[in-house]
């Protein structure tokens, strides 16, 4: 490429100076930090667009491997605020040695000169070279191969996968045409952003995911179970204190088998560098556990006899190999400090057991920093997928050295964790059955009384929170239900709701099987502290704040 760019650099920087920065970048420019920030201009060809940077307010490093290139950007464009550097694609040493963190990075017309082969490496020095809440900007050009430039096709979903596998979310895909009026020649920019907590749990969760060494699978398998926890069962949360919130660790145990169970008793796939055979717990405790439905290793299912004695084993000794491997390898970058803490106290093997918080409990407790839980509650959605990618990635990289090739779309399959299907039949009956009593059953969000065309709506909606807890399903009108769909009620439609939906659970679920399993799931599911003890109000209340922690971590369409 330097050959090109110093044979026809007169050329390209006139024709690079005829139009201006604010009008090629438009799109994206309102994402421009306020305040004074660090930038990286990869591939910054005349200085047109640093110097507009600089002319912000802004510091900026200015990359251009080719010398006389540079050489008219410098020479043009002289500004103290502006850095050149000479440095190539994709190891950038001079600028990784600068040991900088930048608040953008600019990669104008840039992206289409990587080789296919090095977009993987360069992506992901890009992607520490950022700062927390950093903006990667990428505008690309869609060609052909060109011999003469070194240009190749841009694969555009390559390059949102990339960015998952980084951790960094999307803000912005836009097509435009060329600035300098060539009608053949589309660009498209892409705008990512590395998420910011503002507590420095995003950094450490990302180092995890995406730098941690891994000679197994078993550092994702833990963040996928907080993950788990962490989004679908906040009220598990046994005690939260200045540095620590702690769960059970039977509950974190639990979903490690739940999990594994899929991948390794059903379809074999290997999960660390030496084989499965190597797995410190694939030992007969958890073998036996082949016949029973991973629907049934989850809170509230009862189990007696052998079934008893192997889930309780099986949990326990995943309960040591967490404790004893990824919770005690996974430290803070530079320091042998564990991130997660376990205490585990004495196994006891009844020959009939319920996994509820209490028996999930007694296996000891799990314990979370603080801000490293607050990230998991409010960036789950986005986390877990770059937990998944890199997971597949691990059992694909464990196959091929067994000679093996397993496609990503088999193992993300096996990945799928199990969630009950969406069902409303049980709920259905109940209301019919009440009716049949001659009661009367009305709907939650606008108390018209029931008549034979009803619906059953999942408060908050099944697609973006899949839950089918008795206390998320609340009888309704099929046309209020229709118009609702799967937006989130406002917070003004679930207060007005208050009165009939409190009514209807004391309707329905009275009776001490019923309340039991009503109160177990919302103890679990919802953030009500230590418990609701059958009190309906509370569990109103834990929706509440379920809500607004929906409403602000997902960003959902409201309704009302």
Not at 49 to 54: F, G, M, R, T
Not at 69 to 79: M, P, T, V
Not at 342 to 352: A, L, T
Not at 532 to 554: C, E, I, P, W
Request: proline content about 4%.
């Amino acid at each position: 490429m330097p050959g090109y760019y110093d044979t026809h650099a007169d050329d390209l920087f006139r024709r690079y100076e005829s139009v201006k920065a604010e009008a090629v970048h438009d799109s994206w420019r309102h994402f421009l930090p306020k305040t004074h920030s660090l930038i990286l201009d990869i591939g910054a060809g005349s200085g047109r667009d640093a110097a507009w940077l600089a002319s912000l307010g802004h510091e900026v490093i200015a990359v251009e491997p080719c010398d006389k290139l540079r050489g008219r950007g410098e020479e043009a464009h002289y500004s103290k605020s502006i850095r050149w550097l000479s440095d190539t694609l994709p190891a950038l040493k001079k600028i990784r040695k600068m040991d900088c963190k930048f608040d953008v990075i600019l990669l104008s017309g840039v992206w289409m000169h990587i080789a296919p082969g090095n977009r993987k490496r360069a992506f992901r020095v890009f992607s520490n070279l950022l700062k927390s809440g950093g903006l990667l900007v990428m505008s690309c050009r869609s060609v052909r191969r060109d011999n003469n430039r070194d240009m190749y096709p841009v694969d555009f979903h390559q390059l949102d996968s990339l960015a998952v596998s980084n951790t960094l979310e999307k803000l912005l895909d836009k097509d435009s045409g060329d600035s300098l009026g060539r009608n053949d020649v589309i660009w498209n920019t892409s705008v990512y952003r590395m998420p910011d907590d503002g507590t420095g749990a995003m950094p450490l969760l990302r180092h995890i995911i995406v730098n941690d060494d891994k000679s197994s699978t078993y550092k994702m398998a833990l963040l996928r179970v907080l993950l788990r926890i962490a989004d679908g069962a906040r009220g598990a949360v046994l005690e939260e204190d200045d540095q620590y919130v702690s769960i059970p660790v039977g509950l974190v145990s639990l979903y490690w088998v739940r999990q594994y169970k899929q991948l390794i008793l059903e379809h074999d796939f290997i999960q660390g560098s030496r084989g499965n055979s190597h797995v410190a717990f694939n030992k007969d405790a958890f073998k036996a556990l082949k016949h029973i439905s991973p629907y049934d290793l989850q809170v509230g299912s009862f189990f007696q006899g052998n079934d008893a004695v192997n889930v309780a084993r099986a949990v326990n000794l995943c309960r040591n190999i967490i404790a004893q491997m990824p919770a005690h390898f996974i430290t803070f970058p530079g320091d042998s400090t564990q991130v997660f803490q376990v205490e585990k106290y004495r196994f006891n093997c009844p020959d009939s057991i319920r996994l509820d918080l209490d028996y999930l409990s007694s296996f000891g407790v799990f314990k979370i920093p603080v801000n490293v839980w607050e990230a998991l509650t409010r960036y789950a959605c986005w986390i877990e997928p770059a937990v998944v990618k890199e997971w597949v990635s691990l059992m694909q990289t464990y196959h091929k050295k067994q000679g093996q090739k397993v496609s990503a779309e088999k193992l993300n399959t096996a990945l799928t964790w199990l969630e009950p299907e969406r069902n409303t039949g049980e709920v259905r009956k109940m209301v019919e059955r009440c009716r049949a009593k001659g009661k009367s059953v009305h709907c939650v969000w606008t108390g018209t009384k029931l008549r034979n065309d009803f619906a059953v709506d999942h408060c908050f909606p099944f697609a973006h929170w899949p839950n089918n807890d008795l206390w998320n399903l609340l009888p309704s009108t099929s046309t209020v239900n229709n118009k609702k769909s799967a937006r989130l009620p406002s917070a003004e439609k679930l207060f007005k709701a208050r009165e009939i939906m409190v009514d209807w659970w004391g309707m329905a679920y009275s009776e001490d099987f019923y309340r039991e399993r009503f109160t177990r799931e919302a103890e679990l599911a919802l953030p009500v502290g230590f418990g609701v003890g059958g009190d309906f109000d509370k569990v109103y209340d834990g929706m509440q704040a379920q809500r607004v922690r929906l409403k602000t971590d997902q960003q959902l369409v409201e309704w009302g």
